[in-house]
């Protein structure tokens, strides 16, 4: 896919680690310019300088998506660098979210993944759309989860959170349309990065063993589907859910 998106500048939130890293290394790789934003400073600077030593060509911002203030400052700044073709929503709260049923999730856990999650991700595309609207083929591309098509148990927030980012791709598509923006979102499933180590053994074991590919998940496995929505393969295609999990879950 190498080329596929030359010329294009890409957000990417959530970037420093885990399934964002891939996804920057890939979206660099096919040519586009990427914007790096994440809440972990050290680690974004780490992943920007590999990813320069491959040669390409990096922004890096901080930014804090329970923050309304410094979303709106990052993409002040983006603004000020350049248009914009394409954002990844990724960044999500999913560390120490999970291992407690309904009855035992406490006000403030539940507060804080709908803030960073839900509101985050609405935050970000309304601040993005302006530099979409103005490519006239912008793409967004939101991270959900395959646990809210199955409904993984005590992991009540995040699988709430996923499946409102599902909701709110559907009608982010038919309101950004007519400004030719295409919306759409990617279920990944148990992906093996920093984030799901902490994930109990007999869950991946459910994971690898239920799928129709058996076996594991690697973020690369969800790279391409990331690089076809945001390239003009998908210049028609909108308002779309596409899981990627090995066939754990059909849609």
């Not at 660098?81 to 394409?86: M, T």
């Not at 973020?219 to 596409?242: C, E, R």
Request: charged share 15%.
């Amino acid at each position: 896919m190498s080329g596929l998106l030359a010329g294009k500048r890409i957000v990417i939130t959530g970037a420093a680690r885990g399934l964002g890293r891939s996804f920057a290394s890939a979206i660099a790789e096919a040519g586009a310019k990427v914007v790096l934003c994440d809440i972990l400073a050290a680690e974004l600077q780490d992943t920007a300088a590999n990813l320069r030593l491959t040669g390409a060509e990096v922004e890096t911002f901080c930014i804090d998506l329970a923050s309304p203030e410094s979303i709106t400052q990052v993409f002040q700044e983006i603004a000020a660098g350049g248009g914009v073709d394409g954002l990844v929503n990724n960044a999500a709260l999913a560390t120490g979210v999970g291992g407690k049923n309904m009855m035992e999730y406490d006000i403030d856990l539940w507060d804080r993944v709908m803030t960073v999650n839900v509101r985050g991700t609405w935050l970000v595309s309304q601040a993005a759309v302006p530099l979409l609207a103005a490519s006239g083929h912008g793409k967004i591309v939101n991270v959900a989860s395959d646990t809210a098509l199955w409904g993984a148990p005590n992991l009540m927030a995040y699988v709430a959170s996923k499946g409102a980012v599902i909701s709110m791709t559907r009608s982010m598509a038919r309101e950004l349309g007519e400004q030719r923006i295409c919306v759409n979102a990617i279920a990944p499933g148990l992906t093996l990065v920093e984030a799901t180590e902490y994930v109990p053994a007999a869950r991946h074991q459910l994971y690898e063993n239920g799928r129709a590919l058996v076996g594991k998940q690697h973020p690369t496995d969800v790279d391409g589907s990331v690089i076809y929505l945001l390239s003009p393969l998908a210049d028609f295609v909108t308002g779309q859910l596409l899981p990627i999990n090995g066939g754990f879950v059909f849609n």
